[in-house]
């Protein structure tokens, strides 16, 4: 669930100034995850601070639609020690 958290924090750095919070003040997730899953946070979880547990949540229950690059980038994210 902590990667959850760290990795899509980030996510909201390619959605809109008004539609998301700033992504770029979390000190959460990496550039891949920034890079791979800011579409799918944009898509699934718009309305969700970067660094809140719904965020977490809302990829969570999102999971088996997140695009495969996200999942990938989630994957390696977790498999590094959340680095």
């Known amino acids: 669930m902590r990667v959850f958290l760290l990795a899509f924090a980030l996510i909201a750095v390619a959605t809109p100034a008004l539609a998301a919070p700033d992504a770029s003040a979390s000190k959460r997730g990496n550039k891949d995850l920034k890079t791979y899953c800011s579409g799918d946070a944009v898509t699934f979880c718009?309305?969700?601070?970067?660094?809140?547990?719904?965020?977490?949540?809302?990829?969570?229950?999102?999971?088996d639609k997140i695009s495969e690059n996200c999942r990938r980038a989630i994957t390696a994210y977790k498999?590094?020690?959340?680095?």
């Not at 309305?47 to 809302?58: I, K, L, T, V």
């Not at 498999?79 to 680095?83: H, L, P």
């Open 46 to 63: 718009s309305g969700d601070d970067p660094d809140s547990p719904e965020m977490d949540a809302c990829f969570k229950k999102n999971m």
């Open 79 to 83: 498999g590094g020690g959340g680095k």
